[in-house]
């Protein structure tokens, strides 16, 4: 099962998705880290610019990315109470 | 602990010799060490020997210390109360309304912070054990 | 209300200066993360699922139209055009961004607001009485005793590493409305043959985990040392609350260790040690901060029969006022629950309005309520309907107010990193499903929480909801009879859970049976259910 890694940016909490060599705010824009998964989180965290770094389940459907669990589905569209603040990475009824 | 980690408040010269923790001291012994758990006021029969108490502060955020240092001001301690282990330069203005005058980090304390953080607030709204007097008592003379 | 002087000032000018100082340090990597969330949370700055969340501090739930335009300035200028009024009398922002914080507290302290340990192991908000001041049951106004708590309380060099968060609420009154047994501290005003004002002390409620009701440890406390006694209280938790399991670390957990009585014998032993140590201020702080309290100058010739001939205003008046003690005049509850929206949540603009009105029509005073509604406590009976039009007119002038519509819900997992289930959604659909019918229920209070902390208050509900995980999936309990007033009680729960369809069902089935066992129907469903138990429920909704 394919895993991302994701955080929240230090300055400005703005959710964020590891796309391979830097931070995208987009989920479509994200790479699996798989085995590389807990070295990048290693390297990462001492750095202390990204604050709750996770690695997270998601499978993968036609449309990019869905996150396994609730929680992160709203962490990648936005609260599913505001589809106005909804971020264009799924569905907001896909929550 | 590298005494170069040690910051001091206090003007007379520091009492060396090493702590004995509260569990192995005897009557007459000059310095000893709390752990958060430990009753401070067991030392109270003792002040008059002791020249130093560290109180320790294994965790971030353990506040039991806080306590421990108030109620041995409160008791009449007038010698180096210093805070040891995991403490940080934001916390110095409740250490030292608490009755610290001494702090001896692992992670060094940046003196120029230390100064900006021990003179930052111009008031305290109650009063501790420092000589600070609380704003009511401010209003009160007014 | 109360006025910064001076010296108020310059404590909260020093703060944002040294929260500016904290978040340059920690941008610049000067200071770790370790050592800086505590220090944010000190600022009630959370970082939740999308952002940071700003909780800002409305003391005692009291504000006046420049804080409130101040608040909607900032939800504009740092936020998304709205904020979140909680159940603890604050307002939350949930767009934040770290960078921007120090701008924002400095904004804040430009109106004498600040967001002070509304988050941390420390001593939080003190709550009260949204009908401080203008309910006829009181006896005194509590807020003088609160606000002089907020200061003591403030920067408490002892006291800012609590082994968990403390909660503090004031009432003047026997009819509760700040929930004092479900607080760490309840003090509620009393007076003795005498005539004298003094304090009867409650410890060791809370909801959470587990919930409690608190214990009364002192009958009678001299308003002369309470701030000692308070001392005492707070250093016998700090020596020994439990600090080794978070859920086990509030002082209910102690108190109901120990027992009431050992534990209020360990607070007169402390306290003996701390009363000659001259930290309670003298009686004239108590009366300098009361003189800010001093009742409002009202209008005295004020009509008390006013037009009713619209039925829409009738309504309202009948449902979202209460009487003031003052004739002619009347106690205003704002709806920030129109079924569908979100609950507690207001917009700028509204925010803009709801200034407006306090200034022009309720002494310029506005208080928020445990319940997520808004107060305007000084409103002329003669200018309710002025008044009215223009709230029907900001989608403000729902008439729910204690109904079943009025849904307390917590932001949830649309928001929040605790949170287990979502709560708004299930909050909104029952909203919507019970207005029509909630004139024939009656008082019913619902609540709802997305995780065990309970920030959604779902044990003091009538009808209670909690949202859990349950393998990987949305889940929700469903509990009965909780109330937070004076006649306090713990929800229990019924049974096992359901998906989001199923409690919404579940409660529309213990609502139908509620109307087939009242006994009339001025009976309130928890009357009902007090009266016939839970059984009758359980077979409702389980079969």
């Not at chain 3, 006013?306 to 106690?331: Q, R, Y």
């Not at chain 3, 808004?374 to 009215?388: E, T």
């Not at chain 3, 849904?407 to 928001?415: A, E, F, H, T």
Request: charged residues 25%; glycine residues 6%.
């Amino acid at each position: 099962m394919p895993r991302l890694l994701t955080g929240n940016r230090l300055e400005t909490g703005d959710v964020l998705w590891w796309a391979g060599s830097d931070w995208s705010l987009h989920l479509n824009d994200a790479v699996a880290v798989d085995d590389d998964g807990e070295a990048l989180l290693a390297r990462l965290l001492p750095q202390e610019r990204i604050n709750d770094l996770a690695l997270i389940d998601v499978d993968a459907t036609e449309n990019g990315w869905r996150p396994r669990s609730t929680r992160e589905r709203v962490r990648a569209v936005g609260p599913s109470v505001r589809p106005d603040f909804a971020l264009p990475s799924l569905p907001v009824d896909a929550i | 602990m590298a005494e170069p980690n040690l910051f001091r408040l206090r003007t007379d010269p520091a009492h060396g010799a090493p702590a004995v923790p509260l569990a192995d001291y005897q009557a007459g012994g000059t310095v000893v060490r709390l752990e958060p758990g430990d009753d401070a006021r067991l030392l109270i029969p003792h002040l008059a020997s002791l020249r130093r108490i560290d109180i320790a502060f294994p965790k971030f955020r353990e506040g039991r210390g806080f306590s421990s240092a108030r109620i041995l001001r409160e008791a009449g301690f007038t010698h180096e109360i210093r805070a040891v282990d995991v403490l940080y330069v934001d916390q110095l203005m409740f250490l030292v309304r608490a009755g610290f005058d001494a702090v001896l980090p692992e992670t060094p304390i940046d003196p120029a912070v230390a100064e900006r953080t021990l003179k930052r607030f111009p008031f305290v709204y109650m009063k501790a054990t420092d000589a600070a007097a609380p704003v009511w008592a401010l209003r009160d003379r007014a | 209300m109360y006025r910064y002087d001076e010296y108020d000032q310059a404590i909260v000018d020093a703060r944002v200066a040294e929260f500016r100082d904290q978040v340059e340090r920690r941008l610049k990597n000067e200071i770790s993360e370790e050592a800086f969330k505590p220090l944010r949370l000190m600022n009630g700055l959370y970082l939740q699922l999308h952002a940071y969340m700003l909780r800002v501090a409305i003391p005692y739930g009291t504000l006046d139209s420049r804080q409130m335009r101040m608040l909607a300035h900032i939800a504009r200028r740092y936020d998304r055009g709205y904020g979140h009024f909680t159940t603890r009398q604050n307002i939350q922002y949930n767009w934040i961004k770290l960078a921007e914080t120090p701008d924002l507290l400095a904004d804040l302290a430009s109106v004498e607001m600040h967001a002070f340990q509304t988050s941390g192991n420390c001593i939080r908000n003190i709550s009260s009485d949204q009908f401080a001041a203008a309910a006829a049951d009181e006896i005194a106004d509590p807020r003088p005793y609160a606000e002089l708590l907020r200061q003591w309380s403030t920067l408490h060099p002892e006291f800012s590493f609590l082994p968990r968060k403390f909660k503090i609420a004031v009432t003047g009154s026997t009819i509760d409305r700040a929930a004092i047994q479900l607080h760490d501290i309840g003090l509620q005003l009393v007076q003795n043959d005498a005539g004298e004002i003094g304090l009867k002390v409650l410890v060791g409620g809370g909801m959470g985990r587990t919930p409690m009701l608190a214990h009364v440890i002192r009958d009678w406390l001299p308003l002369a040392n309470y701030l000692s006694y308070m001392e005492a209280i707070l250093r016998v938790y700090n020596r020994h609350g439990r600090r080794d399991n978070i859920y086990k670390a509030r002082i209910k957990i102690l108190v109901n260790d120990l027992g009431a009585a050992e534990f209020a014998r360990q607070v007169e032993e402390e306290w003996a040690q701390v009363k000659p140590l001259g930290l309670d201020p003298p009686p004239s702080e108590l009366a300098r901060i009361a003189a800010h309290f001093a009742p409002p100058v009202l209008d005295a010739n004020a009509p008390v029969e006013i037009d009713l001939s619209n039925p829409d205003f009738a309504n309202w008046v009948a449902v979202n006022t209460h009487p003031h003690k003052a004739p002619g005049h009347a106690i205003v509850t704002i709806s920030l629950k129109a079924p569908g929206e979100i609950p507690g949540d207001a917009s700028a603009d509204q925010m803009d309005i709801i200034a407006d009105l306090a200034q022009r029509y309720a002494g310029d005073e506005i208080r928020v309520t445990h319940a997520q509604n808004l107060v305007l406590p000084h409103v002329r009976r003669a200018d309710l309907f002025d008044l009215w039009q223009v709230l029907k007119a900001a989608g403000l002038a729902t008439a729910n107010l204690d109904r079943a519509s009025d849904i307390i819900s917590c932001p949830g997992l649309d928001y929040c990193t605790l949170a287990n289930a979502r709560s708004i959604p299930i909050a909104q659909r029952l909203a919507v499903k019970l207005a029509p019918q909630e004139a024939d229920l009656g008082e019913l209070k619902i609540k709802v929480s997305g995780c065990i902390n309970g920030c959604g208050h779902h044990h003091a509900g009538h009808i209670g909801i909690l949202g859990v995980d349950r393998k990987g999936e949305e889940n929700y309990q469903l509990l009965l009879g909780g109330s937070g007033a004076e006649d306090a009680t713990l929800a229990k729960i019924l049974g096992p859970g359901f998906d989001e369809n199923g409690i919404v069902t579940a409660v529309e089935k213990v609502i139908d049976r509620y109307k087939t066992l009242r006994a009339g129907p001025a009976e309130r469903f928890l009357d009902t259910y007090r009266r016939v138990g839970a059984e009758p429920f359980k077979e409702a909704v389980y079969g």
